[in-house]
């Protein structure tokens, strides 16, 4: 419970328009119209797109009402009947179903990402990184889209611990085909007066041309592990071999497809948009940059980074949590109310949307100095906020992101792996992030790859 309630008083976000409300702004600009509201009118707000009203809160103890203490009266915007926003992409999948088939589904797939198999994982995802890093040698000195790079690299750590396949003969399609549906998912979200998807547009057709690729690849997945009959104990394994206390059952084919899509596509991407901020921030930020080379330096003496080797790199593990911190890459969490409640003492009808706003908590000034600064020592001095909810970038409650270990782990760990034999250096003048299902460079990050020295290794 919050040590202390203060109390809130909802604001209209003013300037709607007749019917459409807030969504012209929104659609233009939805993190700069999020978190100039919430600076200019206060923690607890309501607004409009179209005909929905949304109400913002952001503030530690709503978060913690919300994603915590009210957890089963505020869940997930989906209904199997009528898809939209991200689940068209991923159906009823870890990521956006609830209740009971969320928790079976849930009990299936928590063991893999169990902190007691990280160290394993660990040293598969450096593999993975050395072998991704070492075909690097052809773009030395050329400017390149680091997100991009880290899509690639993330795409196939998670092909290779999760399904132990390789990606890498997929990876320019699968992307692809990522990048035209989250395309249609935020279009649909922005544009509700757009046509339906039965009806044959163009767009509408590219969705399904990238929906048919993304569940071939997968069902093709599911046959060929099937088929093989092989065991790797491997997330796809545990999914397959999963069955029901109740009626011995396994899960159908729509339910594998689903899960294993959300864990590819939650899996990859959130972890690479948080890298690809992390090198933007270190390239802007010399001292920091300086620092972080130091340590990996000191620790590795040139070695490829082991799990063991992160309890050793402080600072980096606190490059990784500051650059999570000011650019989380969930910039909002969203929810439905299923019943009349109240947050923070505000009267919440049945059906209410609710974001969460992350990207406001992180950066909110009554629990975080200098909040817009990058400060990796504040991880390191002890400065980290007293108030726990004040920091969410993996969520919060029964519903946080089940990979929060494997995430914790791979960031560092490829950031070491990086550091040691590159300097990465910004090429171009501004960047500037969008919200796009997660939060993202608009037009990438260009940047430079300049091999480094490696260290002289001591001798033994």
């Avoid at 009528?82 to 999948?93: D, M, Q, S």
């Avoid at 099937?226 to 065991?231: D, F, I, L, T, V």
């Avoid at 989380?328 to 609710?354: C, D």
């Avoid at 990207?359 to 002890?382: I, Q, S, V």
Wanted: charged share 20%; proline share 8%.
């Amino acid at each position: 419970m919050p040590n202390s309630l203060p109390s809130f008083t909802p604001v209209d976000v003013p300037g709607a328009v007749p019917l459409l409300g807030h969504l012209g702004a929104f659609k233009k600009r939805p993190l700069e119209m999020l978190s100039t509201s919430w600076r200019r009118h206060g923690d607890a707000l309501r607004f409009r797109l179209g005909p929905k009203t949304l109400h913002l809160f952001s503030h530690p103890d709503l978060a913690e009402e919300i994603l915590v203490q009210q957890a089963d009266r505020f869940v997930k915007v989906y209904d199997p009947r009528r898809p939209a926003g991200i689940a068209l992409i991923l159906g009823n999948g870890l990521a956006t179903s609830s209740g009971e088939v969320w928790k079976r589904h849930r009990r299936i797939i928590q063991p893999v990402f169990h902190r007691s198999r990280m160290a394993a994982m660990a040293d598969r995802m450096a593999q993975v990184g050395q072998q991704r890093v070492a075909g690097w040698v052809h773009l030395e000195g050329q400017p390149i889209d680091i997100g991009d790079e880290m899509m690639q690299l993330t795409l196939e750590v998670i092909s290779q611990t999760m399904f132990t396949i390789s990606m890498a003969q997929y990876i320019d399609q699968f992307r692809h085909a990522l990048r035209v549906s989250l395309k249609y998912v935020v279009d649909s979200v922005q544009n509700p007066l757009r046509l339906p998807g039965w009806v044959p547009t163009p767009r509408n057709r590219e969705f399904r041309s990238a929906m048919q690729f993304l569940d071939g690849l997968i069902y093709g997945l599911l046959a060929d592990r099937r088929r093989s009959g092989s065991q790797h104990g491997d997330l796809l394994d545990l999914l397959l071999q999963a069955r029901d206390e109740e009626t011995g059952a396994g899960l159908t084919d729509q339910e594998l497809r689903d899960e294993a899509l959300t864990i590819f596509a939650a899996g990859h991407g959130t972890t690479a948009t948080a890298l690809a901020w992390t090198w933007y921030l270190l390239a802007t930020h010399p001292e920091a940059k300086a620092r972080f080379h130091e340590e990996v330096d000191q620790v590795l003496e040139g070695r490829t980074p082991n799990a063991e080797d992160l309890q050793h790199l402080p600072y980096t593990r606190a490059v990784f949590e500051e650059s999570l911190r000011l650019y989380p890459p969930a910039p909002v969490v969203q929810r439905k109310a299923t019943t009349n409640t109240t947050v923070g003492g505000l009267p919440l009808p049945e059906g209410a949307l609710v974001f969460v706003g992350i990207y406001n908590l992180h950066r909110h000034p009554a629990f975080w100095t200098n909040p817009d600064r990058f400060l990796p020592e504040r991880w390191l001095d002890g400065e980290r906020p007293a108030v726990r909810y004040a920091y969410l970038p993996f969520g919060a409650g029964p519903r946080a992101c089940v990979g929060i270990h494997f995430a914790s782990v791979e960031g560092p760990l490829l950031l070491a792996l990086i550091g040691r034999r590159y300097d990465l250096q910004l090429a171009q003048e501004a960047v500037e992030p969008e919200f796009f299902v997660t939060l993202q460079p608009k037009g990438g990050i260009r940047m430079l790859l300049q091999p480094r020295q490696a260290p002289v290794v001591s001798a033994v």
